[in-house]
C-alpha cells in the first residue's frame, strides 16, 4: 500500500510571519507624540515576538538626557533570542547581555543588561510598535520619561 505524505498547509515561517503581522497591527502606530496612547492593547507576547522574529535590530534613535548618542552605535546590530538573551555585534566584537519584559498595555516595561552598554542598561517603556506597511522597516521606540529615547530599527524584516 502507498503511503501518502499531506504537505502541511502553514510552515513555521508563514505562521510567525502571520503572528508578527497580526501583533505590528494590532498595536496603534500614531505619531501623535501623546506618549499614553500608542500601544493601548500591547502586551510583553506581542514585544517579545517582534523582536525575536528578526535579525539585526539597529540603533534608529538614542538619546539620555536629551542629548543624541545614536552616532555612537552605528554599525552595531543587536539579536534578541527567546531565551531573553541579546547578542550584540560590531566590527569584529560581540556583547552578550539579557532583556527581560513585564507589563501591559501602555505600561510595559522593558529592562536591558548589556555589559559596558551603560546607555542603554536601563528599564525603558514601551512607547510605540510601528510598522511601515509600504516596506519591511519595523521600529520599536522605547523611552524614560521625557528626556531618554531608545528605538530600535529593522528594514529587512519580513
Not at 498595536?27 to 492593547?41: A, F, R, V
Not at 543588561?113 to 546607555?119: L, Q, R
Not at 529615547?149 to 524584516?157: A, P, Q, S
Given at each position: 500500500m502507498k503511503s501518502h505524505f499531506i504537505k502541511p498547509l502553514f510552515t513555521s515561517k508563514i505562521l510567525l510571519f502571520a503572528l508578527l503581522v497580526f501583533s505590528?497591527?494590532?498595536?496603534?502606530?500614531?505619531?501623535?507624540?501623546?506618549?499614553?496612547?500608542?500601544?493601548?492593547?500591547?502586551?510583553?507576547?506581542?514585544?517579545?515576538?517582534?523582536?525575536?522574529?528578526?535579525?539585526?535590530?539597529y540603533i534608529e534613535d538614542l538619546e539620555r538626557n536629551n542629548i543624541d548618542l545614536e552616532s555612537n552605535y552605528v554599525g552595531y546590530l543587536f539579536n534578541f533570542s527567546a531565551d531573553n538573551t541579546v547578542s550584540v555585534t560590531w566590527d569584529e566584537n560581540t556583547a552578550n547581555g539579557t532583556w527581560t519584559t513585564s507589563g501591559t498595555g501602555n505600561n510595559i516595561n522593558v529592562t536591558f543588561?548589556?555589559?559596558?552598554?551603560?546607555?542603554i542598561n536601563a528599564t525603558w517603556i514601551l512607547d510605540e510598535l510601528d510598522n511601515d506597511d509600504n516596506d519591511y522597516d519595523v521600529e520599536v521606540s522605547f523611552e524614560i520619561g521625557t528626556t531618554?529615547?531608545?528605538?530600535?530599527?529593522?528594514?529587512?524584516?519580513?
Open positions: 505590528l497591527l494590532s498595536c496603534s502606530n500614531d505619531d501623535d507624540d501623546d506618549h499614553n496612547d500608542d500601544c493601548n492593547t500591547c502586551t510583553t507576547e506581542q514585544l517579545e515576538t517582534i523582536l525575536t522574529a528578526c535579525s539585526d535590530w543588561n548589556i555589559p559596558d552598554f551603560d546607555d531618554d529615547d531608545l528605538e530600535f530599527k529593522n528594514n529587512t524584516c519580513n
